[in-house]
């Protein structure tokens, strides 16, 4: 039976919890087997000219960063993922290349382990745990360990609002403080602190209110992002839940009842949005061998 490895897609930061928590969508990066022990790796894929498909894929040198013994394979990709829109490409490419690696490894790992090595490439856990676990997760980088819990996701419905240009996490960390006053960073941790509780106890209104406070990074991106704002005021007209900005953007996200999308969506495009709508879920069984 061919072996498949999917991977979901994830939208980190949720505010405050700025590269720290993250999410698990139900939208998915999958890899097909197609030959083991090949002369040399081989990719295919149709993700454009800029993804090598050859050693130099980011999946397979993550699958080479796990267990460098590894013989090259031959295997294919098809990812709904969009890239650098903030919904955490490159993370599902790289928890790919580890889940990759364990399966066809002589060797054992670990979570720990796979969690580790993901974040060293990645650079943080936020994306990556989620890819990886599933569901809600709250991750930290203690000299340079990252360290992750999962919880379920409160019971709402979520909207991304995906625009038509890119913009690569580098760039949207460009644009932050390289510190913050001593009272501005105690306020966002408390604020960051309150909402993984309001998380927690699944109270949403709590949520909506928290979701929205983050003085770590959206103030900063804001210029990057101006739709942000835009979706944010309907969202307090329909009775959103919150919106955050999904990642590095420039993908928002909204917590909203599915019965409210229409009308969230309708107001959206009268105010000139030409981006792509996407109802989405929580996945929460995070990567996963099928085959
Ligand atoms: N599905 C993929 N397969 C192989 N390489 C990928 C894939 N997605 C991303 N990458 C690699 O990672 C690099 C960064 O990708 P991308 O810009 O999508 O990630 P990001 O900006 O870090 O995060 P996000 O996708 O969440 O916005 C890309 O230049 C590409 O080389
Ligand atoms: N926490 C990261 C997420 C990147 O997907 C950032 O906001 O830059």
Redesign the pocket.
Known sequence: MTVKIVVPASSANLGPGFDSLGLAVNRY?TLEILAQNTASWQVE?E?GS??PSDEQ???VQAALALDPDLSPLHFK?I?E?P???????????IVAGIKLAQHFSAKTFTDQELLEVATKIEGHPD?VAPALFGNLTISLLLNGQPKTLTATFPEIGLLAYIPDF????KDSRSVLPAELPYKAAVRAGSVGNALVAALLTKDLDLIAELIELDGYHEPYRQKLVPHLATLRQIGHEVGAKGTYLS??GPTVMTLLAPAKMPDFIAKAQAKGLTGEFVSLQIDQLGARVIG
Do not use: D, K, M, P
Request: hydrophobic share 50%.
């Open positions: 990066l894929h993700l800029q993804v894929n980011l999946i990709v990812s993922i890239l650098a829109r903030g919904l955490g490409s490159s993370s599902a490419a994306n890119e913009l690569a996490t990642g590095a």
